[in-house]
């Protein structure tokens, strides 16, 4: 019976051993919790585990974002935090400072290793986007800067933009005065002034800036220019900066009722097509013309017997510039509608004073372009000053004349064309005509065939007014003071104006009887002058052989020069320049003039004469264009 207890005891005690009751004796869980930020993910989700294992999370961004912050329980145990100014895009992240954090490989993704876990665990992951650095360079012999939209980038040297992933960042360029914006490479391409960069990555942008000229384009008349490369495009006056040392051509395109007249400023013209250097500033003009020159419209209406037009508070006067008298009278023309136009300022604007031309013709240098007589300096004078005219002929009149005119009136005989002159008189404006010198003031014992322009300024029932800047050219006994308005006997200047259309006649220059000229404007509002730079980029162009000019006909027969018109023209661009600001440039000018008139005063030799002209005088038209 004994035995039988002992039995009994010893199977209860191993059932106890070997089958815990499972309420009392189970293992315990835990709770593993998962918080992942916007950007990214952690895997797996929150979950439990049992007391004692071991357990993975990934750690994973989504593409364009990084990890940049790791907690465990509260606790930091990883952090990739950069400045706003550095880029991070996690590719080179410090160390955890836990070691159960590792990073897979080379990836931006992370896995914490729980082991052997005994509590309640936390692990909280926060994701930044991707940012990227946008280098940008400058190269080329210009300058000029580069903004960005969004605007992280702003600098007028090289520079560096952060943007976050997948930003579109449009890069904008600005040239500085004196260059181009030449293209972009890099992650750039093209030509355009902006680009765009979607930012995945890091990249870099070249920016490149040529030394560059201006380009000025001046239309007169009814029509359009063109350009290749592109970038003009005017029917006005117009510019754009065009690659140092590029060429540039220009193509003119008349309207439908107007044709192609001329360029002026080229370096070489064919037809309608001016091709242009750029190894400096250029301003260039072109002016179109009516197909057919309508008729004016005159009052004759109840014409007073006499008028005479009150004086401009100033007569523009230079002594010596009746050798260029269609522009001396132009000046005084100007200074009814613009008391501040100078005798410089016309004489510059229509193109000389800085240029030098031979004439193998008249043997002689010249003070004008080549080819540039009376009316194409004349029209070039009008055209920048924005003046439209109207020209008054007989039949007779040369075609190239009426060429650029506003409008015309016409007069087959002395009785219409005095009837037209007192109407444009009637209407406030002064008239410039041609004359035969020698038969308006017969007294002076003159030749026939001696031409002059003047202006008339009023009339009465027996004589004419005539208002002149330059007394001394035909000596007559008036103080200068007083030479505005004097009268001349209306049968003298009549036989005048008649015989100044035998002057040259056949020739282009043959003007005819009763050739006039006045201005549409009155007021002084509708003057335009050219801009200033615009002018000395003209004069630069016009003047840039003129060394060579010199040294090509050093062995010509130069015994035909006007060395004083030569002189007047230096002297009066040299007076323009000083009043605009350029006393250097001036200073040479003057001194220019007085060689130039030493060449025909001083009784020098011929090899005297070549000796100047090309050991002083070329030296110095060299050097003079350089200093405006």
């Not at 952090?79 to 590792?102: C, I």
């Not at 136009?341 to 003070?367: C, N, R």
């Not at 009465?460 to 308005?485: C, H, K, M, Q």
Request: with cysteine; glycine share 8%.
């Amino acid at each position: 019976m004994l035995q039988g207890k002992k039995s009994l005891f010893f199977f209860l005690l191993i059932f106890f051993i070997s089958c815990p009751f499972t309420a009392s004796m189970a293992a315990a869980a835990y709770s593993i919790t998962v918080i992942a930020g916007p950007g990214g993910k952690i895997t797996p989700d929150t979950t439990t585990v049992t007391a004692g294992m071991n357990k993975t999370f990934s750690i994973t961004p989504y593409k364009g974002y990084h990890v940049a912050e790791v907690k465990l329980n509260g606790v930091t145990i990883f952090q990739d935090a950069t400045e706003l100014s550095v880029p991070n895009d996690g590719a080179s992240p410090p160390s955890p400072a836990d070691p159960d954090l590792q990073r897979s490989g080379t990836s931006k993704v992370y896995k914490y290793f729980f082991k052997n876990i005994q509590q309640d665990q936390s692990l909280e992951a926060v994701f930044k986007v991707d940012t990227f650095a946008l280098e940008i360079f400058k190269v080329g012999q210009g300058t000029g800067s580069v903004e960005s939209t969004p605007a992280n980038v702003s600098c007028g040297t090289d520079c560096m933009g952060i943007f976050p992933y997948n930003t579109e960042v449009v890069l904008t360029s600005t040239s500085d005065d004196g260059a181009l914006f030449d293209g972009w490479s890099g992650k750039c391409k093209g030509r355009g002034a902006t680009c765009t960069v979607k930012m995945t990555k890091a990249s870099i942008v070249t920016a490149n800036f040529a030394r560059a000229f201006k380009l000025s384009v001046s239309v007169h008349g009814s029509g359009a220019v063109t350009s290749s490369p592109k970038g003009i495009l005017c029917e006005e006056s117009c510019s754009t900066q065009v690659k140092e040392n590029s060429t540039v051509k220009l193509k003119a395109k008349a309207a439908s009722y107007s044709k192609f007249l001329s360029w002026t400023g080229c370096t070489t013209i064919s037809g309608s097509t001016c091709t242009v250097a750029m190894n400096e500033a250029q301003h260039v003009a072109v002016a179109f013309a009516p197909k057919n020159v309508p008729l004016y419209a005159l009052d004759f209406n109840d014409l007073p017997e006499s008028i005479i037009l009150q004086a401009p508070l100033t007569i523009p006067k230079r002594n010596g510039a009746f050798a260029h008298c269609y522009l001396e009278s132009f000046s005084v023309q100007m200074a009814y509608i613009d008391s501040t136009v100078s005798m410089e300022e016309v004489f510059t604007f229509a193109g000389l004073g800085a240029v030098l031309t031979y004439d193998s013709w008249g043997k002689g240098f010249l003070q004008s372009p080549p080819k540039n007589w009376t009316w194409p300096l004349n029209q070039r004078a009008m055209q920048n000053y924005g003046v439209s005219f109207i020209t008054g002929h007989s039949p007779g009149i040369a075609s190239g004349y009426l060429e650029g005119a506003f409008a015309k009136v016409t007069h087959a005989n002395g009785d219409e064309a005095l009837r037209n002159l007192k109407a444009v008189i009637r209407s406030g404006r002064p008239v410039q005509v041609h004359i035969d010198l020698a038969y308006l003031l017969p007294e002076l014992g003159l030749q026939p065939g001696a031409s002059h322009f003047i202006i008339i300024t009023g009339y009465d029932a027996d004589g004419v007014y005539w208002t002149d800047p330059e007394p001394d050219y035909i000596d007559f006994p008036l103080d200068r003071s007083e030479y505005v308005n004097v009268k001349i006997p209306l049968e003298n200047f009549m036989r005048a104006w008649e015989e100044a259309g035998k002057i040259n006649k056949g020739a282009f220059t043959y003007c005819a009887p009763y050739w006039m000229l006045f201005l549409e404007e009155t007021a002084a509002s509708q003057i335009k002058r050219i801009l200033v730079n615009d002018i000395l980029s003209l004069q630069r162009s016009l003047a840039q052989n003129n060394a060579s000019v010199i040294e090509r006909n050093l062995s010509s027969d130069f015994s035909g020069t006007h060395w004083e018109r030569i002189a007047l023209a230096k002297r009066l661009f040299s007076d323009y320049l000083k009043k605009n600001g350029y006393p250097e440039a001036a200073n040479v000018y003057e001194f220019l003039a007085g060689e130039y008139n030493d060449c025909g005063e001083l009784g020098l030799s011929l090899e005297e004469k070549k000796h100047r002209l090309n050991d002083i005088i070329k030296p110095l038209e060299m050097e003079a264009r350089t200093l405006f």
